[in-house]
């Protein structure tokens, strides 16, 4: 039992910085301020991004001198396609996408969307044209009307309503005391983990970004729940180039490739049923997973190995 908490509790910190990140993402006026350490290229322009090519090449970072963090990492994310990102705690799957949204520099290699080294263009106008599903999302205190627009500020009520729809989360808003002008958020109507995914999902629907990042949930949702969700993410994701940092295995399945990362390296790449075949890693992974069916996250499995 006390080899179980440790790594859970572990996790939490972990999970707790992320969550802040990914916030910060959501809020970008606010981030522009506080990160000073990142300053645009004289003379940058804004990243045009048509295709949705992303390309990480022989890319090396560390937070702190001592200790890399990645290790010369290179794969691609073909416009359109989809590329899932596994490994224990730690292992740098959150740095990737904090590098992709440029909180950093790259130290060696270069991460390249449609043809544009990211380090050349300016922060704003990445974050902007990048779309973000976080693991919690965080809902202001406004109408769920409003926290569905902040996708796209100019869209229209049948904007706002075909993208819930989308997300699947029309009809619970609908059941709402003032259906899409009801207050949400601390001081309102508190959502479930599952419905604020869902709007989370919807106003990335609105955004219609090429690239999508998403930090899968690690808390169990119930099954129905689940599949809703997933249902909803696919939609979403289908022609869209999607970068996913994956917690259930179960989940990415069907993904174009799943890169699997231990000690900030690349150890195994490839499809589901490829990487089973070769009894590696992952395999151990899904031999895990499906053993201990209750614990829903690979971290937790992988802890458990240990
Ligand atoms: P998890 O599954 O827990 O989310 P992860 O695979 O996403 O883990 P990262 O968050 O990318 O892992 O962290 C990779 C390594 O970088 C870890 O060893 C972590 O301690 C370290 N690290 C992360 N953020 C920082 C930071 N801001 N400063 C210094 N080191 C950091």
Request: a negative charge.
């Amino acid at each position: 039992i006390v080899q179980l908490y440790v790594p859970l509790n572990w996790f939490g910190t972990y999970y707790r910085s992320i969550q802040k990140n990914f916030i910060d993402m959501e809020n970008m006026f606010d981030l522009l301020k506080e990160e000073k350490d990142i300053i645009d290229a004289p003379g940058a322009g804004p990243v045009v991004i048509k295709k949705g090519n992303v390309e990480f090449s022989n890319v090396t970072f560390s937070y702190v001198p001592e200790k890399l963090v990645l290790k010369n990492v290179t794969f691609s994310v073909p416009a359109g396609k989809s590329v899932a990102l596994v490994g224990p705690s730690g292992s740098g799957k959150s740095t990737i996408i904090r590098l992709l949204f440029r909180f950093y520099d790259v130290e060696t290699g270069a991460i390249v969307v449609d043809g544009q080294n990211i380090k050349t263009v300016t922060q704003e106008s990445l974050r902007r044209a990048i779309g973000v599903v976080p693991q919690d999302t965080v809902l202001f205190n406004n109408t769920i009307k409003y926290n569905i627009k902040y996708g796209r500020m100019t869209a229209t009520d049948a904007d706002v309503i075909e993208a819930a729809r989308a997300a699947d989360i029309h009809d619970k808003i609908l059941s709402f005391p003032d259906q899409y002008e009801t207050q949400v958020g601390e001081r309102g109507l508190r959502l479930s983990g599952g419905e604020k995914q869902r709007v989370a999902i919807a106003r990335t629907i609105l955004k219609s970004p090429t690239v999508i990042l998403l930090d899968e949930a690690t808390s169990a949702l119930d099954t129905q729940t689940e599949r809703n969700i997933q249902d909803s993410l696919n939609r979403m994701c289908t022609n869209r180039t999607t970068l996913i940092v994956a917690h259930r295995l179960s989940t990415i399945i069907n993904v174009d490739e799943i890169l699997v990362l231990k000690d900030g390296e690349i150890v195994e790449r490839g499809r589901h049923e490829h990487l089973i075949e070769r009894e590696g890693v992952y395999a151990n992974m899904w031999k895990q997973q499906l053993e201990n069916k209750d614990s829903s996250s690979i971290e937790n499995s992988l802890e458990q190995s240990n």
